[in-house]
């Protein structure tokens, strides 16, 4: 079993910035990928980035390329989410994600953090 435990969420103004902080209790084959999601009410979640541990290799929706970056620390089984002119329609609960792969990260993770809450306000 892995946990992922979210930080970072918070109320900020539109294109103020933001970063998430994603610690994974250990790092497995089963996790060689992490990554972020975020849902919005009443909808499913939906994938915005994703990094492999081993080599950095990144992965981002289309929505989010140029203003989020995923980065890690694999000394503190860290992932991060730099999150950078905010707009309102970023407000979302955001998850932290973990897979085998970046294609499993993106699609159907097999671990999932609480989720942390950011807010953008205009």
């Known amino acids: 079993q892995v946990q992922l435990v979210e930080s970072g969420g918070g109320l900020v103004q539109a294109g103020d910035s933001l970063r998430l902080s994603c610690v994974a209790s250990?790092?497995?084959?089963?996790?060689?990928?992490l990554g972020w999601f975020r849902q919005y009410p009443g909808k499913e979640r939906e994938f915005v980035a994703a990094i492999r541990w081993r080599d950095g290799s990144t992965n981002y929706a289309d929505s989010v390329k140029g203003r989020f970056t995923i980065s890690r620390d694999n000394a503190k089984n860290t992932v991060y989410q730099q999150m950078n002119s905010l707009k309102p329609e970023d407000t979302a609960v955001y998850y932290c994600?973990?897979?085998?792969?970046?294609?499993?990260?993106?699609?159907?993770?097999?671990?999932w953090g609480q989720g942390t809450q950011v807010t953008v306000s205009s």
């Open positions: 994600a973990a897979g085998s792969t970046l294609l499993v990260v993106a699609n159907h993770p097999t671990y």
């Open positions: 250990r790092r497995t084959f089963i996790t060689n990928g």
